[in-house]
């Protein structure tokens, strides 16, 4: 799109033109009265917002003043159809209505041009101006050459020299101007005798003529049947398209012959009056008048002899006109002639043998069984063999004389003497007749005496046809194989049968089983199989039914074909996981590359499309899959406390072109194995103590265990118990197997330090995982010799007590501990007198662990929840490690 004043030597005088209108400076403040002119040049079609011009711009008109220029189109209806125009700046668009040059100016030449033309209002007041506008709408190739029918018939005599022109008059019209009109015209197809030349008349206006180029012979082919193409001379160019039929008209070019030139017939002297000698047959192939042919005698044939033998003109029958009592003649021979319209005659000879009858006119006398009309006798193909068809009497034979009848012709006739009659004969059949092999037959009888006398009867068998024939498919089995989402109503293939049986016999309709899915449709007359919705080959891979070929006869034959559809596979189901997501359970430290469990995936399609290939996305440096089977498997052995949930997504792929997926989570949650002791977070060391006042009443908790298991559940739940000790009597201390706290179950009357060995032991299975740790109190009120103290500590001294389970040191007040004390006689004294004593505490020891055992495991029983550092857990041992450091 562009304005144009100087495209063309028309276009350069509107430029001149309106270049006279601005030799003059405009002003904006000036008072414009008189109108202006501005034309620009589009292109018909351009699409809405199309930039055509700037009128403001074109005017020079000074944009800078106060008061804005206005711009309006003053024929709204017939302008905003096709232009919008920017108010204040004059602009011009194309509209969302596309310009048609041809609907615009349907009677425009290119001479003339199209133009649309349009009224523009300057505004305000002041600066009032008219402008009219032209629009020039040029041509572009939007439009194919079309002719005015589908179909072009012209008739050409078969006679037509070389180089002979004939005018297409029904000739495409384009509405497009110019080159982009109608330029030349072709044919598809020309068979080596014609071609098209292109001649302009006056108006510029193009006439195809169709010209012969070799010889036509209309017997050979009689018509001709191509496409004619126009086309314009866009770029690319665009085509128009017509059948054309040329049928080729009959001249007289083809003259009578006769199939058989020369004919020989032999007559008895009492040969009847009327009966038929010969049929002579001449053929034309012209048609219509052409192929008239009339026959008569020859000149050289004398009166006489044409009225003895009847010459039909129509048929060319010869029959015996009147009797040959009083014939002396022997021979006669007989010239005919086959006239034809313009033609030589064609010439056949009739030679005609008369044997006299000494003893009387003999004669053979028929006597028809089946049904029988001018001679010709009719036998349905459905009788039998050896079925009758006439009697033959001989009469007028001298006795003394022996007569031979026989058949001449061909057929499955034959003709024997009936019974012991004499010259008695019956015709009759020696098998049955079929009308699709022969529908008639030509006979002879021939009676023969000893006196060479002869006498032949000319018989003619029609064969009745009836529905003897069942149609016939050409295939019995038919597979079709047809890919599944197809089209609805997707041909499938033609139905072939045939049945050799005339008129309505032998007229096929095809019908379905009964047993045929809805979804399949034929057409009774053309056989075309058809499928009326679309296949799902995962719905249903094979369909097998029959299709009936059912003749019109009565009564009606029929003959089945197998089909058998084959719906091929398409890649149109993605892979599926049979479940949503996976959640493997697998115990930590499990052996690497052990099966962690299997995926199952299925894929409908068949083939490549159905094979499905499993793949990680992500976590592929911890865990592999079988791509094939679907087992999950880890590259190395896993660690709960490490990590104990992993999150995989795995990824299906079929082998179809293009390949279909889907994606699944996998979780693998790891069971806690027992595999990490508790861990003594407090105290930190087996060097520490703790400073415990000598007045400390029995009841008092001085020091607490803490300890911590990484693994879950049973393997983290924690008990404590003292299973050594050194210094203080037995029960003087007890520990609480759940909470790790140590409480003074006695005074402590002798100050030193004192030493507990504290065994933390899990629930875990099969077998607990233990740690131990030695917690030291140092029983004075003050500490003045720290050295001493650490002395104390690092002395190594050996503690001999048996260590015992948690729970036996929660049956009694105290494990039992035996202390080396540095005074050996009291502890003997002491021993002895609580020697005494001894059964009776045994007794209320026994009360006292049964009771509190129970106790135990009832709490044990409650723990759910592993023991875990949290926040709380870190400020009680900081608390703890506070109190030591002010120890």
Not at 43 to 67: M, Q, Y
Not at 534 to 543: A, F, M, N
Not at 597 to 603: I, R
Not at 628 to 651: F, N, P, V
């Amino acid at each position: 799109m562009f304005r144009s004043r100087y495209s063309s030597k028309r276009d350069s005088i509107w430029g001149f033109y309106i270049l006279m209108l601005y030799t003059t400076p405009l002003s904006c403040l000036a008072n414009f009265s008189q109108a202006k002119e501005l034309i620009y040049k589009i292109k018909e079609g351009l699409p809405k917002g199309t930039f055509i011009g700037a009128i403001g711009v074109d005017l020079r008109l000074d944009f800078t003043v106060e008061a804005p220029f206005l711009f309006s189109l003053t024929q709204k209806k017939v302008s905003e159809q096709y232009v919008n125009i920017n108010n204040t700046t004059g602009e011009l668009y194309t509209s969302a209505a596309e310009i048609d040059r041809e609907t615009l100016c349907p009677y425009s030449s290119e001479e003339q041009g199209c133009f649309l033309s349009l009224d523009v209002f300057v505004l305000p007041q002041q600066y009032f101006q008219l402008v009219k506008v032209k629009l020039l709408i040029e041509d572009v190739n939007d439009n194919r050459p079309k002719f005015p029918t589908d179909e072009i018939c012209m008739s050409i005599p078969e006679n037509t020299p070389i180089n002979g022109r004939f005018a297409v008059e029904l000739s495409a019209f384009d509405p497009d101007l110019g080159i982009y009109g109608v330029q030349t015209y072709w044919l598809v197809n020309d068979f080596g005798v014609f071609t098209l030349d292109v001649e302009e008349n006056d108006g510029g206006e193009l006439t195809p003529f169709l010209i012969v180029t070799d010889f036509l012979d209309r017997e050979t082919q009689a018509e001709y049947v191509t496409d004619i193409i126009a086309e314009d001379g866009g770029t690319p160019p665009l085509l128009g398209a017509a059948t054309l039929k040329i049928a080729i008209t009959d001249v007289n070019d083809n003259c009578p012959k006769f199939t058989e030139s020369q004919i020989n017939v032999t007559l008895h002297g009492n040969t009847s009056k009327g009966a038929q000698l010969a049929r002579l047959h001449a053929f034309d192939p012209d048609l219509g008048a052409n192929a008239q042919i009339s026959y008569a005698y020859s000149e050289r044939v004398p009166k006489n002899t044409r009225s003895l033998f009847h010459l039909d003109k129509i048929t060319g029958g010869i029959k015996l006109a009147r009797k040959l009592d009083f014939v002396t003649t022997t021979f006669y021979k007989l010239t005919v002639l086959a006239n034809g319209p313009g033609c030589i005659p064609a010439v056949a000879t009739v030679t005609v043998y008369i044997i006299k009858v000494v003893t009387g006119p003999p004669a053979v006398i028929p006597r028809y069984i089946a049904p029988e009309k001018d001679g010709v006798v009719t036998l349905k193909e459905s009788e039998p063999a050896f079925s009758p068809i006439a009697f033959f009497t001989i009469k007028n034979m001298d006795k003394s004389q022996k007569v031979d009848c026989y058949l001449e012709g061909f057929g499955p006739f034959r003709l024997v003497p009936y019974q012991q009659l004499e010259n008695e004969y019956l015709l009759e059949t020696t098998e049955t007749l079929d009308y699709e092999r022969t529908q008639e037959y030509e006979l002879i009888l021939v009676a023969n005496n000893t006196q060479d006398l002869i006498i032949k009867t000319f018989l003619k068998v029609q064969v009745l046809d009836e529905n003897d024939n069942a149609p016939v498919f050409q295939q019995s089995l038919v597979e079709i194989s047809i890919e599944e989402n197809n089209s609805p109503n997707t041909f499938l293939t033609q139905l072939q049968a045939s049945d050799p049986d005339s008129e309505s016999r032998g007229e096929v309709i095809y019908i379905l089983g009964g047993d045929t899915p809805g979804i399949f449709v034929v057409d009774h007359l053309t056989g075309v199989l058809t499928v009326a919705t679309s296949l799902d080959r995962e719905e249903k891979e094979k369909y097998r039914f029959i299709v009936r070929a059912v003749d019109q006869g009565t009564p009606r034959r029929e003959s089945i074909a197998t089909v058998v559809v084959t719906v091929l596979d398409r890649n149109d189901n993605s892979p599926c996981f049979i479940n949503k997501d996976f959640t493997f359970f697998v115990p930590e430290n499990f052996p690497g590359y052990g099966e962690i469990g299997v995926l199952s995936v299925t894929d409908p399609d068949a083939g490549k499309n159905g094979w499905v290939a499993l793949s990680i996305l992500n976590g592929s440096d911890i865990f592999m899959i079988d791509t094939g089977r679907g087992a999950l498997r880890a590259k190395t052995s896993l660690d709960r406390e490490q990590q104990g949930t992993y999150q995989l997504w795995i990824e299906a792929a079929d082998g179809g072109m293009p390949a279909l997926s889907s994606v699944t989570m996998v979780t693998v949650l790891l069971l806690d194995v027992n595999d990490n002791p508790p861990v003594v977070l407090f105290p930190q060391s087996n060097q520490s103590y703790m400073l415990v006042l000598p007045n400390t009443t029995p009841g008092t908790s001085i020091a607490e265990v803490y300890a911590v298991d990484k693994d879950t559940g049973m393997n983290a739940v924690i008990a404590y118990s003292i299973i050594k000790r050194k210094g203080g009597e037995p029960g003087s201390f007890a520990i609480d197997p759940e909470t790790g706290n140590i409480t003074l179950k006695r005074e402590l009357s002798n100050r030193g330090l004192y030493s507990l060995l504290v065994k933390v032991s899990d629930h875990g299975q099969p077998e607990p995982l233990y740690s131990t740790v030695m917690v030291n109190f140092f029983v004075n009120e003050t500490v003045n010799n720290e050295s001493y103290i650490q002395s104390l500590l690092t002395r190594d001294i050996d503690i001999e007590v048996e260590e015992k389970p948690w729970y036996i040191s929660q049956m009694t007040d105290g494990p039992e501990r035996y202390e080396l004390f540095p005074c050996r006689p009291i502890l003997i004294s002491l021993s002895v007198a609580c020697l005494g004593l001894f059964s009776l505490v045994l007794i209320l020891i026994s009360y006292i662990c049964c009771k509190r055992f129970k106790k135990i495991r009832k709490k044990r029983s409650e723990v759910e929840v592993p023991l875990k550092l949290k926040n709380g857990s870190t400020n009680f041992l900081n608390r703890k490690l506070r109190q030591m450091s002010n120890i």
